[in-house]
Nanobody, 127 residues
Framework: QVQLTESGGGSVQAGGSLRLSCAAS????????MGWFRQAPGKEREGVAA????????LYADSVKGRFTISQDSSKNTVYLEMNSLKPEDTAMYYC????????????????????WGQGTQVTVSS
């Protein structure tokens, strides 16, 4: 069982930056897929970015490519999402998720493939 705790959300103006953190209760030596997902009111959950902890392979949704960066610090059992050039459409609840082992590239941003979820952190971007 892995417990995930997100932090770092908040309110910013368009063009601003935030860094989200996801602390895992356990970070096994074998690889995990760690993903960031978001859901805005009335919209479907969207996979934003993901990283495979063994090898640092990353993948981003087209909507955030070039603006968001996912990274990990295995010494702290933590995954980060650096968000720059934020837009009002980035406003959502952001969730961290984990899945033991790897996933095919085309599945790594699919939330139903993940086993463990955090409670979420709100990001609000005003225009």
């Amino acid at each position: 069982q892995v417990q995930l705790t997100e932090s770092g959300g908040g309110s910013v103006q368009a063009g601003g930056s935030l860094r989200l953190s996801c602390a895992a209760s356990a970070y096994p030596s074998t690889g995990y897929c760690m993903g960031w997902f978001r859901q805005a009111p009335g919209k479907e959950r969207e996979g934003v970015a993901a990283i495979y902890t063994s090898g640092d392979k990353t993948l981003y949704a087209d909507s955030v490519k070039g603006r968001f960066t996912i990274s990990q610090d295995s010494s702290k059992n933590t995954v980060y999402l650096e968000m720059n050039s934020l837009k009002p459409e980035d406003t959502a609840m952001y969730y961290c998720a984990a899945k033991p082992g790897s996933l095919p590239r085309w599945q790594i941003l699919l939330g139903d493939k993940y086993n463990y979820w955090g409670q979420g952190t709100q990001v609000t971007v005003s225009s």
